[in-house]
Nanobody
Framework: QEQLVESGGGLAQAGGSLKLSCAAA??????LGWFRQAPGEEREFVGV????????FYAASVKGRFTISRDNAKNMVYLQMNSLKPEDTAVYYC?????????????????????WGQGTQVTVSS
């Protein structure tokens, strides 16, 4: 597989929007998840999209505000973040996991994702 590479992070104001991208060449058969890690906190699940892109799942904290999509033809996965809050500030990571593993252990299990990007910083100011 190719590397997972996030981009699009930066500074936004509360209530604003930001769109993250993840280049994911070689991962078309994987589920692609987004995680985030705030300073002093554990890495947490944000959402995931299935390999075919037919289903998405989100953490309660972002449901209704964030949307994951993927374009397998472009080998890209996206995280559209709307109505941003200061508590969304974190390093955001994309990750690839085997659908079989995620079906067995759940979409939110960090260790179910075998491949990880380096992360991109998102900062939301009030």
């Amino acid at each position: 597989q190719e590397q997972l590479v996030e981009s699009g992070g930066g500074l936004a104001q509360a209530g604003g929007s930001l769109k993250l991208s993840c280049a994911a060449a070689g991962f078309n058969t994987y589920s692609l998840g987004w995680f985030r890690q705030a300073p002093g906190e554990e890495r947490e699940f944000v959402g995931v999209i299935t390999d075919s892109g037919d289903r998405t799942f989100y953490a309660a904290s972002v449901k209704g505000r964030f949307t994951i999509s993927r374009d397998n033809a472009k080998n890209m996965v996206y995280l559209q973040m709307n109505s941003l809050k200061p508590e969304d500030t974190a390093v955001y990571y994309c990750a690839a996991g085997s659908p079989r593993v995620l079906r067995e252990y759940g979409n939110t299990w960090l260790r179910g994702y075998e491949y990880w990007g380096q992360g991109t910083q998102v900062t939301v100011s009030s």
